[in-house]
């Protein structure tokens, strides 16, 4: 099983300019998670789903936009990319409720 | 969810036992106590969770006090691999299970 992939690895965005990050899961799982994490920080959740079909918003949803119309995937959509979106942004998914996360390894963005 | 607060460093020497505290004094009662683990810049690894009881399973044992402020896990033969910083999250499981990582204990296991 690959688990939790996460494309691409490294991004360089310029300001203003859009991207999405991929992730999928192979596991089956129905809730999965964004979060970001910045220089000698802890994670902070942007988006969430439990299910195909929906969403919620985390801590930090401001900037981006999520998608669940499949089980396996999740993206992440960056519009209109700002330097305070500069971050590692993680994927991670769970089977549900008092299951232990899975993590993908993780999209590094540099905005500039 | 409930706050909890880790020593920000430990060191310990490989093979010795590692201890790291959490303290989550206003936790509730369905809150769970979860530990998870991030090795340099990989994604996070989660590690154990429990509820009441104390846990074990081959990663670690995890002991939380009768009252339930505050947990221990424990890595009982810590190898340079285990350096790592690791999390400590009280959690309720409803509304998707949403974890919040705080800055956690950065542990450093030396020779």
């Known amino acids: 099983n690959a688990g939790v992939t996460q494309t691409p690895k490294f991004r360089i965005l310029k300001i203003g300019q859009s991207m999405t990050l991929q992730c999928a899961q192979d596991?089956?799982?129905?809730?999965m998670y964004w979060y970001r994490q910045d220089p000698g920080m802890g994670l902070k959740l942007i988006y969430y789903?439990?299910?195909?079909?929906?969403?919620d918003k985390g801590e930090v949803p401001n900037g981006y936009n999520v998608s669940r119309s499949t089980t396996e995937d999740f993206p992440l959509r960056l519009e209109l990319a700002a330097p305070s979106q500069t971050s590692v942004y993680f994927c991670a998914s769970s089977y549900g409720s008092v299951y232990g996360y899975t993590f993908g390894s993780g999209t590094r963005l540099t905005v500039v | 969810d409930a706050k909890t607060t880790q020593p920000p460093s430990m060191d310990c020497a490989e093979g010795r036992a590692a201890n790291l505290p959490c303290n989550h004094s206003?936790?509730?009662?369905?809150?769970?106590v979860y530990w998870y683990r991030q090795i340099h810049s990989q994604g996070p690894q989660y590690i154990i969770h429990g509820l009441k009881n104390n846990e074990t399973n081959e990663m670690a044992s995890l002991i939380i006090t009768e009252d339930r402020k505050s947990s221990t896990l424990i890595l009982p033969h810590a190898t340079l691999r285990d350096t790592a910083v690791y999390y400590c999250?009280?959690?309720?499981?409803?509304?998707?299970?949403?974890?919040?990582f705080g800055t956690g204990t950065q542990l450093k296991v030396e020779l």
């Open positions: 999250i009280a959690s309720f499981t409803g509304g998707g299970n949403k974890l919040t």
């Open positions: 596991m089956n799982h129905n809730y």
């Open positions: 206003t936790i509730s009662g369905n809150e769970y």
């Open positions: 789903s439990v299910g195909a079909g929906i969403t």
